[in-house]
């Protein structure tokens, strides 16, 4: 594993699982503290989300830490390319919002 690493993740069940938790520490990964039912922020998760309704992700290249970088099929790349930038361009201003609802949802 990359040493610079951070895992981000929502506390789910598989995430927490003890095996899960031991494959973590064996492997020497970082985990960012998280709270559980926390809004996520993470941009990939929302591409996700939007793959899943309409667009196919076929392979994520886990060595590489662009996430424009990953190939998919939809709508076309250049509606998708703005979308990714704007989830990214978006984080501070939902990071914002998050910390004001202190930690509660938004409507961002």
Request: proline letters at 6%; one cysteine or more.
């Amino acid at each position: 594993m990359h040493r610079n690493i951070v895992f981000q993740q929502d506390n789910a069940r598989a995430h927490t699982a003890r095996y899960t938790q031991q494959f973590l520490k064996q492997s020497n990964v970082q985990v960012l503290p998280w709270p559980a039912l926390s809004p996520d922020l993470n941009p990939i998760n929302t591409f996700g989300i939007r793959c899943r309704g309409g667009w196919t992700v076929k392979t994520i290249d886990l060595k590489t830490p662009m996430i424009l970088n990953i190939p998919y099929e939809g709508t076309g790349m250049l509606f998708q390319d703005i979308f990714l930038q704007t989830l990214v361009s978006s984080k501070g201003r939902r990071c914002a919002a998050v910390l004001e609802a202190q930690g509660g949802h938004t409507h961002c």
